[in-house]
């Protein structure tokens, strides 16, 4: 059967109407056909091939070595007299109170992954981690040049782990521990090592929030470290660079990755001390006070978070004034709190108002001041009983008088 009776009985199947043919016509649609055919071979051949790129000669351009099939490792020491940004990386080493209380053990953690989305279609291909000793910070950071190289990667990972007193992230509870917990009982069938975990992310929001436009690692560098970022790779081109690198691609930015990923980890091994000085000394930080309170109240310091409050009642918001009124009446000094009270009362403010209801009739047992300030709440069915209660209260002496 020709060429053009197949096409013909095609079309007859799909319902469409056989479409008359010469002899000519359908040698010449066969013609074109190869004719295409044959361009397209000699385009394919014309084009370059990509070698693909060895992990040993990766390794040896990116100052790494081989440690697996499949698996690189780049280990550097940065001595504690270096600086990171404005900040020595000694600071990695200072002593700290309760409130970002880091273990001598602690491994510092990020990861660069193949996207953002997570689940099962996403996996890290390169991790990085951080510890320090007296005199350096040791980063190592483990590499897989192909896809096979990810059960050794976590392998590594969960061994770091197993050796740590403690793990530090930036973002870590959300994206990256949960992504190599999953991965590694998708791919090693066993549960990863657990370390008690600081992920940094959550102070930073608490101090800084009010103040920054955003809590992004960059910014808190830039804030806090004074580091400025100059030719960095960013964060999300990390994947494609990797990409570019299993294409075969000569320029696939890796070496950018690297240095993006250790900058990254150096930044946790500083920023704890950071923060301390930060929560500490809220108002020379741009910290907010209040913030910087309740993390002292946290760990216990409820002396430490009235002094932070009262050093900065000038710029304490309603909420700050409220919180450092509650720290002083739980610990005693209720005279103190009234005074709060009374002058966030004069402004409106409502809450304020209800705690000097509340205070003249329970302990100075003033039911006419009381009064006068229930009064001023609103007229809500809780609010309507105690004006009832302390209008029973104050005609009680009158009618116990009459009877007399």
Not at 97 to 124: F, M, R, S
Request: charged letters at 25%; one cysteine or more; glycine letters at 6%.
């Amino acid at each position: 059967m020709t060429l053009s009776k197949r096409l013909d009985a095609l079309r007859q199947q799909a319902g469409a109407a056989p479409q008359p043919q010469t002899p000519e016509a359908g040698n010449g649609d066969l013609r074109a056909q190869l004719e295409r055919l044959d361009r397209h071979r000699r385009q394919a051949r014309a084009r370059p091939v990509r070698k693909s790129i060895s992990a040993e000669a990766l390794a040896e351009s990116l100052g790494g070595k081989v440690v697996a099939d499949h698996l690189m490792l780049v280990e550097r020491h940065w001595p504690l007299t270096e600086r990171h940004g404005d900040q020595p990386l000694s600071l990695a080493n200072e002593s700290t109170h309760p409130v970002c209380e880091i273990p001598a053990k602690t491994l510092y953690l990020d990861t660069e992954t193949t996207g953002l989305a997570g689940g099962t279609g996403t996996l890290a291909f390169m991790v990085g981690v951080a510890d320090q000793t007296a005199t350096h910070i040791r980063t190592r950071q483990w590499l897989i040049t192909a896809f096979a190289g990810e059960a050794a990667m976590l392998h590594a990972t969960a061994e770091a782990l197993r050796d740590a007193e403690a793990v530090v992230t930036y973002n870590g509870s959300g994206f990256d521990l949960p992504l190599l917990r999953s991965r590694h009982r998708l791919i090693a069938g066993t549960d990863l090592p657990e370390a008690d975990h600081t992920d940094l992310l959550h102070p930073v929001r608490r101090l800084f929030r009010d103040h920054w436009p955003d809590c992004r690692l960059a910014t808190v560098e830039r804030q806090l470290l004074g580091l400025q970022r100059m030719n960095d790779l960013p964060g999300a081109e990390a994947p494609e660079a990797w990409k570019a690198f299993l294409a075969g691609d000569p320029n696939h930015r890796l070496a950018g990755v690297l240095h993006h990923n250790a900058l990254d980890i150096l930044s946790l091994t500083v920023l704890p001390a950071m923060l301390c000085r930060a929560a500490q000394k809220p108002k020379a930080h741009g910290a907010v006070p209040r913030a910087a309170a309740r993390l002292w109240t946290k760990h216990g310091n409820v002396k430490k978070a009235i002094r932070i409050l009262e050093q900065s009642l000038e710029q304490l918001d309603m909420r700050g004034r409220h919180e450092l009124a509650r720290l002083l009446r739980n610990t005693g000094r209720s005279e103190e709190a009234v005074i709060i009270w009374q002058a966030m009362a004069e402004q409106g403010n409502q809450q304020a108002t209800e705690h000097l209801a509340k205070y003249y009739e329970h302990v100075q047992r003033d039911y006419a001041v009381a009064l006068d300030h229930a009064e001023r709440l609103g007229a809500d069915a809780y609010t309507r009983k105690r004006v009832e209660r302390l209008q029973r209260r104050l005609l009680k002496p009158v009618q116990l008088a009459l009877a007399l």
